[in-house]
């Protein structure tokens, strides 16, 4: 059964960088096979996508966070993990890890508990 | 990119049906068949409910379906039952090889 975990600070400091990892169970990322995502959800807002990563370290990013974000994996932890900069109050979200199956296009068949982030100083 | 547009709330009495549209452009929602929905309870982690604009993956009702037409997608929920009150949000695959949600919309049952 494929389990997705985030892990991170649940409070960065406002113009900091929140760094956020998710470790993936019962599924190899270096199988080629999956995409996997960041979404964030702010409170009582919908939800935002935030960038896919494949195994290659191949990224695609939300054209409106692109200038902040940088998305990498690490194969040998079985962990993709997220770097979000310059942080400001705006970006204080449950912030969820996903896995698409076979494809960018894919739906988002498993994701994690989420983790809340706070922005504050 | 601008995410897609849904109503902010429908609502329908139990056993009605609803439907939940949500608008995009020829540049995702009507440019390919990658539409997919989710269903998100309060304080709970959004479950997928129709992908490739039509499609149910295994263990969901057969209450919920899609369609779509142009650029608008529509999610519609037969029989509605009070378990089915939930936030609802669409998604759609880009011609920029990336993705992008929907506003969200609110299902009351009332």
């Known amino acids: 059964q494929l389990q997705l975990q985030e892990s991170g600070p649940g409070l960065v400091k406002p113009s900091e960088t929140l760094s956020l990892t998710c470790t993936v169970s019962?599924?190899?990322?270096?199988?080629?096979?999956?995409?996997w995502d960041w979404i964030r959800q702010p409170p009582g807002k919908g939800l935002e996508w935030i960038g896919s990563?494949?195994?290659?370290?191949?990224?695609y990013y939300n054209p409106s966070l692109r200038s902040r974000v940088t998305m990498f994996v690490d194969t040998s932890k079985n962990q993709f993990s997220l770097n979000l900069s310059s942080v400001t109050a705006a970006d204080a979200a449950v912030y969820y890890c996903?896995?698409?199956?076979?494809?960018?296009?894919?739906?988002?068949?498993?994701w994690g508990q989420g983790t809340p982030v706070t922005v504050s100083s | 990119q601008s995410a897609l547009t849904q109503p902010a709330s429908v609502s329908g009495s139990p056993g009605q049906s609803i439907t939940i549209s949500c608008t995009g452009t020829?540049?995702?929602?009507?440019?390919?068949?990658?539409v997919s929905w989710y269903q998100q309870h309060p304080g709970k982690v959004p479950k997928l409910m129709i992908y490739?604009?039509?499609n149910r993956p295994s263990g969901v009702s057969d209450r919920f379906s899609g369609s779509r037409s142009a650029n608008t997608a529509s999610l519609t929920i037969s029989g509605l039952q009070a378990e089915d009150e939930a936030d609802y949000y669409c998604?759609?695959?880009?011609?920029?090889?990336?993705?992008?949600f929907g506003t969200g919309t609110k299902v009351t049952v009332l």
């Open positions: 996903g896995r698409r199956l076979n494809s960018l296009a894919d739906p988002l068949d498993y």
């Open positions: 019962g599924a190899s990322l270096s199988s080629g096979r999956d995409y």
């Open positions: 990563i494949y195994f290659t370290g191949t990224t």
């Open positions: 020829s540049s995702d929602v009507g440019g390919y068949n990658y």
């Open positions: 490739a604009v039509t």
């Open positions: 998604s759609s695959y880009t011609t920029s090889s990336t993705n992008v």
